[in-house]
């Protein structure tokens, strides 16, 4: 996942210092979907709660859509721009 601000400040840094290759830009921090329907959540006065009662749900995915939406699939960290946190990308997201 990257904000559009981290985007662009990757692209500012490729222009700046040109460099080749392939690029998988990132956030500096991992974020679960969980993780991210809380702190949407909070920044909107809103409380969400989670349990056991979406694994039912959950199972009943395909294979490949669970593992998607509730997997581990990560890239290599080698791209990763912190100009923006993860909840501070939110909070511009949220209130713009």
């Known amino acids: 996942m990257i904000y559009i601000g ?8 490729i222009i700046d ?4 290759g392939i690029f998988f830009p990132q956030n500096a921090e991992y974020v679960s979907v969980a993780e991210m329907v809380k702190t949407i959540a ?3 006065g809103k409380k969400v709660k989670t349990g056991k009662f979406m694994a039912p749900v959950v ?3 395909p294979f490949s859509a669970a593992k998607k939406v509730f997997g581990s ?3 290599d960290k080698t791209d990763t ?6 909840r501070r990308s939110l909070e511009l997201t949220e209130h713009e």
């Not at 981290?6 to 840094?13: D, G, P, S, Y």
């Not at 721009?81 to 993860?86: L, M, Q």
């Open 6 to 13: 981290n985007l662009c400040e990757f692209v500012r840094r």
């Open 17 to 20: 210092e040109p460099k080749t």
């Open 42 to 44: 909070e920044l909107n």
């Open 59 to 61: 199972r009943a995915l």
């Open 73 to 75: 699939l990560i890239c």
């Open 81 to 86: 721009i912190d100009t923006f946190t993860f």
